[in-house]
């Protein structure tokens, strides 16, 4: 949104860590819970008050919060920001912590949106992803949303399991369908070698499908929500006509960003930034006023336009020829010429109403499309007097349902 902000919040906590997992996210020190949250607070207050149409609470498992944790960093963002009255304010939500009673008090106040992190509907499913919640208590969350008064609920699902057919997760899909969901994140499951799961698939000990298994369960993906009125907006996303997450839509547009909590990434005015992902140093540089940051840094305008691209080449619609310029200083042809052209008559990329994007077939291929765009870029000069071109929005580190540009896991909500 034109003028606006998005405000992401950190919860580092879990009851138990994924074996996918490699979000930053930690399974001990819960007495330090309500430590954590003032110290969120008290970062939310540092900040530059600036217009925010979104406040997403990610994790980690921040239904681990109670709700009046939740309240007292939903009145935080209001005093130092210029919160939107139809703001969208997401919670996500592990199945376990969904009690009606819990869900109200989270609804009271002021989340608006709930993210539930189902990843599956077969409980065979469930236990090899190390999930503390069965199918029906996933079913249940759901039901417990719509009493606490949750018209806006997105499910997250996982595709591309050891051991998983066409079947299967056809079986998952059309469940979670029948729960009415407005949006659904279905994402091709990437392990990371430094998790269990990883290390499991890298010594062979675990087996995902083949490129072909899981293109299979994609089109599946495609078809069948399609055929029930859901609109792909983003390579793993899909909604209701007016449902798209704002919040994430503000990461793939590449538009400005605050981030705070232990690990949140931001990207505000030119500068993007990393608050270090150790709660402990997080709340003790709070507790000295300051905060403890692992990266702080201007990227150039290269870095910057192939942020923009990886971004941007993730949604449905794709991206603005036009936004590139005015932003850049600089037509697509000129910066990505001659990859540009041949993608286009390979039919990797298309145009359609003025977008440049990649089309429903090409989805799967879109990291080796990027890298034939990034590379068309070793060979650009920018313009004079924009190599240091600052944009006030913008962006590369994206977080919770919006990482990217890589297909990937859920997160371990």
Request: with cysteine.
């Amino acid at each position: 949104m034109v003028g606006t902000a998005a405000l992401y919040v950190h919860f580092p906590y879990c009851v138990s860590i994924c074996p996918y997992c490699d979000f930053d996210r930690q399974a001990t020190g819960f007495g330090s819970i309500p430590r954590y949250v003032a110290a969120v607070a008290a970062d939310m207050r540092r900040q530059s008050r600036r217009r925010i149409h979104s406040i997403f609470f990610g994790g980690g498992t921040p239904s681990l919060m109670e709700p009046d944790q939740v309240a007292t960093l939903c009145r935080a963002a209001s005093d130092t920001f210029d919160v939107r009255a139809d703001a969208e304010i997401t919670l996500e939500a592990n199945p376990g912590e969904c009690e009606s009673a819990r869900l109200t008090g989270f609804r009271a106040a002021g989340v608006n949106r709930l993210s539930i992190g189902v990843q599956s509907l077969d409980d065979s499913t469930l236990e090899q992803l190390g999930r503390r919640h069965t199918a029906e208590e996933a079913r249940t969350a759901v039901r417990s949303a719509r009493a606490a008064d949750f018209d806006n609920v997105s499910l997250d699902l996982m595709l591309g399991l050891a051991g998983m057919t066409t079947e299967r997760w056809l079986a998952t899909l059309v469940d979670a369908i029948a729960l009415g969901p407005e949006h659904l994140s279905c994402y091709i499951l990437t392990v990371d070698e430094r998790v269990p799961m990883g290390r499991d698939v890298a010594g062979g000990r675990l087996i995902l499908p083949d490129e072909g298994a899981v293109a299979d369960q994609y089109e599946v993906t495609q078809r069948v929500l399609a055929a029930e009125g859901y609109e792909q907006y983003e390579i793993s996303n899909w909604a209701r006509p007016g449902r798209a997450s704002r919040h994430n839509l503000t990461y793939w547009r590449d538009e400005p960003y605050v981030g705070v909590g232990a690990g949140a990434a931001g990207w505000v005015d030119g500068r993007r930034t990393k608050r270090t992902p150790s709660p402990a140093r997080y709340m003790a540089a709070l507790d000295r006023g300051t905060v403890d940051l692992v990266e702080d840094e201007r990227p150039d305008l290269i870095t910057r336009a192939r942020d923009w691209l990886a971004l941007g080449l993730r949604l449905r619609r794709g991206i603005d020829p036009e936004d590139f310029r005015q932003r850049f200083g600089s037509t697509l042809s000129q910066a990505l010429e001659p990859a540009l052209s041949d993608l286009i008559v390979g039919h990797r990329l298309e145009t359609v109403e003025g977008f440049l994007r990649i089309p429903a077939a090409s989805v799967l291929v879109t990291s080796e499309i990027l890298l034939r765009l990034h590379g068309a870029m070793d060979a650009w000069t920018p313009p004079l007097g924009r190599s240091d071109w600052g944009s006030p929005s913008g962006g590369s580190v994206a977080q919770s349902e919006a990482e990217g540009p890589q297909l990937r896991t859920a997160r371990g909500a």
